[in-house]
């Protein structure tokens, strides 16, 4: 772990649950240079095209092994919902099965990739994996009154273990 920066770790387990929003797929280089933001700041705009919404506090990123490889993945911005109905134009529904997740929250003045590796690193200490069952590689929560093109964002960050 990087000793300068850590964050406590906790277990959660997820029921089940559906949410709508955007998708967005491309490379890790695309994503780090905004692309992800981008549907982000739509989801802002468009939130209430969107019922049912079950926090509407809180943005979640999904993040998908796409079966690209080094050459990319697939992210979904998009809100919990009580359930898919009359989903809005250019959106998608996504349903996440129960899944157990190791939890840490990512803080304003943190380094992201620091915050990933310490969370990897406990998973890893604990004698925990990953679960790659779903291909979902992680999830993260926003809140949405934060600006989707802050370069110093704080968000919870949930990795699927087994």
Known sequence: ??????????????????????????????????????????????????????????????????NLGELGFTHYAVVEVKGAENIPAEMVSVTVPSLSYATSEHQKDQNIEYSYQNLYKWIKDQGLKTNNDTHLTHLEKYPLSQDPYTLDPAFTMMIPIV
């Not at 300068?4 to 955007?22: D, N, P, R």
């Not at 890790?28 to 939130?47: D, K, S, T, Y």
């Open 1 to 66: 772990m990087n000793s300068e920066q850590k964050s406590t770790i906790t277990v959660v387990s997820k029921e089940a649950f559906q949410a709508v929003g955007l998708k967005w797929e491309g490379t890790f280089e695309e994503a780090a240079a905004g692309g992800i933001r981008h549907v982000q700041e739509e989801m802002h705009r468009r939130l209430k095209e969107i019922s049912h919404i079950v926090d509407s506090k809180t943005l979640l990123g999904l993040s998908y092994d796409a």
